[in-house]
């Protein structure tokens, strides 16, 4: 059984523990010499659905240097304080209220992270035999635009477990344009955008009406009226996915979501000492997006389009003329 890092996490993981399998999703690899900030001092997040549910959510803040913070559920008045020394990791317990279940419901739920000193925050939720984890961003480096990248659920298991993304608002004013991918839970179909309103602290989950539906590609937008000062939080992931589809075992899979400017265009799969292959997917924003994989070829994807690639063994470059998004997965 994997234990929790003590060290900051360069980019945002996936943990997903199963009695089976054990898979771990690598969200985006920047090529670049530098992506959006991961330390701050002000953090929003939320907790998707954990299969049936989560038996423990938990926030992790990891410290360079000896600070103080608090851990809060703004809309709801719940919060939490805690000092932390330095080089240390600090485990605050998140109440299972957090936790969302359902579709299309705007709920108090958003989580807020605040401290005195720059920290690396993680969140985590356990259930049973499911975990995962995900690095979470600061408020300086969260969006308005966003493509989700979430799973699948599986398939023909009672249509128990399906994909799902949340949204969480920063600020007051907040009206969120949703444009899902597949028909949704609550009854909004594929590729019709509607509008959500939201103030600082609320919350705003999607699940795909199908256990087969996958709500990756959805695109997640601030409006006009909304404007650039109302940054949000998206999480994209499902309630029990499985990597590759079809395995027999799965578990719970989110992670937050880089916004659309902080996409790149070269990106490398990465070995895992252990695993003997990977999955890896390729998500693009705008239609002619032309992606070469190292030694495999080339695929051409338009906007909201994807690309997996299972059963990978060794690592490889991937190159595009546009901005994609690259998500890998353990098998």
Known sequence: MIGERTVPLPYSLFRLLGAAILVLVSAMVFAQPSGPATRGKRFWTGFVQNGFGASSLKVHVLTTTATTG???MPATGWSSSFTAGANAVSVIDVPLTAEHFGSGVIEPKGILITTQDS???TISSFQNWTQDMSQILPETSLGISYRVSASVGVPNFMNLH???FLVVATEDGTEVRITPAVNTMDGRPANVPYTVQLNAGQSYQV?????????SGSLVEG?????????FVVIGGATCGSAPTGC???????DQLMPLPAWGTTYYTLPIQGVNSVS???LAHENGTVVNISGVGSVT????????????TVPRCIEADRPIMVTQFME
């Not at 699940?207 to 996958?214: E, F, I, P, Q, V």
């Not at 409006?223 to 109302?230: F, I, M, V």
């Not at 027999?248 to 989110?254: K, T």
């Open 70 to 72: 608090t851990v809060s």
């Open 119 to 121: 920290v690396d925050v």
């Open 162 to 164: 399906h994909s799902e």
């Open 207 to 215: 699940k795909a009406l199908s256990d087969s539906g996958d709500l």
């Open 223 to 231: 409006t006009d009226a909304s404007g650039p000062c109302r940054p």
């Open 248 to 254: 027999a075992a799965c578990d719970v899979v989110f």
């Open 280 to 282: 890896y997917r390729i």
């Open 301 to 312: 994807l338009n906007a909201g389009q994807s690309h997996s690639v299972s059963g990978s």
